[in-house]
């Protein structure tokens, strides 16, 4: 039996599919699934912003993993193969919290995480008795996970250095989010408890994989402190270099720091989201305290870690100047990279729930309304008063004017230890940002 799993890519606002020649890291969800699928079976992935689809390959099961902005591109690719009468699974975040939408369009769902119902799934399908649905109670213990196919990653798909054969390889060391923010889609889906997988199963996926750079694909790698310094010792002789996502609360922890950088931690992706304490409060997100924001910069930069500063635009209070701001202080900060999201209501989540109550979306499934009306709608399907500019306005802008060459040379000259790579890549989003900043998703 042939199983393909999908990774499918996304509409841009002119209903274009977005293809790109090189993605910055693999994903690891469709390898992780293709490593639960039992040896006498065939499987192959695809990744479609990297690749197309063969339709008309022999396949006999095909699995898709769904996230809310691809969502419409899924039912797309769905519909194609029940078309060619293949059945169609579909599982992943999005279905998780819409699980009767994709029940429309696939013949069996997975519901949350996938451990113990994929496997099960892919049992019946051989024994001829798919069911409609399949949900399991979350794993308390990651013990003994399998290790992603990285043999199913061809690694000219991906951006590497010219030196490195492997791109950056995505690991998971846990699952979870104590915090709560509103807009976030992960304490749903993951919960609110932390569970880490055992130090050595993670630097035993590590050496297996062979590669030197990695991705630590979790949410908030320092939410637990002190978990996070045993796990930075633990892989300091490792010698591998990697990027993984913290939070500002970093500010106050540089021994912390300190013992990331030592590990290998060269980039780092931090949610700061806002400069506004209001706006902050309002999405739940009270720890994150604006006036800590330079500490954060402060020790990263100290340490050589470049980072990735992300913001959130398009809330009630943000303006074209307070924007500016942003950017501005984002320059003086000499932050390596900036992303600025519109606000995005993702279903499941208490923001959705929230703008729903008020009226504030154009469709309660806007995302399946993106290729059509684009634009029209923002976006991210939330009605703006005629005096607030939207999310997606305000981002434009700002990525327009952090990634300009002379916001560069300010942040670049002069030339710091490792800021080779971020200059280059600088660059390279410069030249992106002209043809489509959607692209830069
Ligand atoms: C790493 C990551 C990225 C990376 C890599 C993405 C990639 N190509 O793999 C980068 C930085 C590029 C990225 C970018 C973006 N991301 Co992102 N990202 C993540 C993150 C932190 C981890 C994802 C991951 O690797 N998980 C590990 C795997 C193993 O878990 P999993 O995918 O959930 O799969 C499990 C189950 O869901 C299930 N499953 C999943 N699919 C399927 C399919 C089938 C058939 C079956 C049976 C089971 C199944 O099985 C797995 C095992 O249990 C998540 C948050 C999170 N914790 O999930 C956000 C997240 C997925 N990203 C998100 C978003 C919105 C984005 C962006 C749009 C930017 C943004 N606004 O943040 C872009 C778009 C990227 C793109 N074009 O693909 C949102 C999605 C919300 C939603 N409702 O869709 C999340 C949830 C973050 C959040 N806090 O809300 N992202
Ligand atoms: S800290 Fe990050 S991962 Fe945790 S709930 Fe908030 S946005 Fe989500």
Known sequence: MHIKIILPSFYDEHG???????????????????????NHHRVSVVEESVEDIDYDEKVDLVGITVQTFSAERAYDVAAEYKKRGVPVVMGGIHVTA????????????????????WPELIKDFENNRLKKRYE????????????????LIDPQKYIRSFFNPMPLIPIQTGRG???NCDFCATTRFYGEKI????????????????????????????????????????????????????????????????????????????GFESQDP?????????????????????????????????????????????????????VEQKAAFAAFFPLCPFPGT????????????????????????????NHTGIKYADNQTPGYV?????????????????????PRKNTMFSFLANIDINHRLRSSFLNLL
């Not at 819409?98 to 119902?117: C, H, K, S, W, Y």
């Not at 100290?302 to 202080?329: E, P």
């Not at 469709?363 to 290729?371: I, S």
């Open 16 to 38: 274009n599919l977005v293809k790109t020649k090189k993605v910055f890291v693999p994903c690891i969800t469709i390898r992780y699934l293709a490593a639960m699928v039992p």
């Open 98 to 117: 819409v699980p009767d939408e994709a029940a429309l369009r696939a013949d069996a769902i997975v519901v949350g995480e996938a451990e113990d119902t």
């Open 136 to 151: 399991k109670p979350a794993r308390d213990s990651l013990n003994n996970l399998p290790y992603p196919r990285f043999d």
């Open 278 to 330: 209001q706006v902050l409060r309002s999405v739940n997100k009270r720890f994150n305290q604006p006036e800590e924001y330079k500490n954060v910069f402060r020790l990263l930069n100290k340490y050589n870690i470049a980072c990735y500063a992300s913001f959130i635009v398009g809330f009630d209070n943000d303006t074209m100047g307070g924007i500016k701001y942003t950017v501005n202080f984002l």
């Open 350 to 377: 208490p923001l959705y729930q929230r703008l729903k109550s008020d009226n504030r979306l154009f469709f309660d499934d806007w995302w399946l309304h993106k290729r059509e009306l684009g634009e029209k709608m």
């Open 195 to 270: 569970r880490h997988r055992p130090i050595e199963d993670i630097i035993a996926e590590i050496k297996q994989s062979k590669a030197t750079t990695f991705f630590f694909v979790d949410d908030n790698l320092t939410a637990d402190y002190k978990w996070a310094k045993e796990f930075f010792k633990a892989i300091k002789p490792l010698q591998i270099k990697y990027h993984c996502q913290m939070d500002t609360l970093i500010h106050a922890k540089p021994e912390l720091v300190a013992l990331a950088a030592e590990s290998g931690c060269f980039h780092c992706y931090v």
């Open 394 to 414: 305000l981002s434009y802008n700002a990525l327009h004017d952090f990634y300009s060459y002379s916001s560069m040379a300010k942040r670049f000259l002069p």
């Open 177 to 179: 989010c104590s915090h």
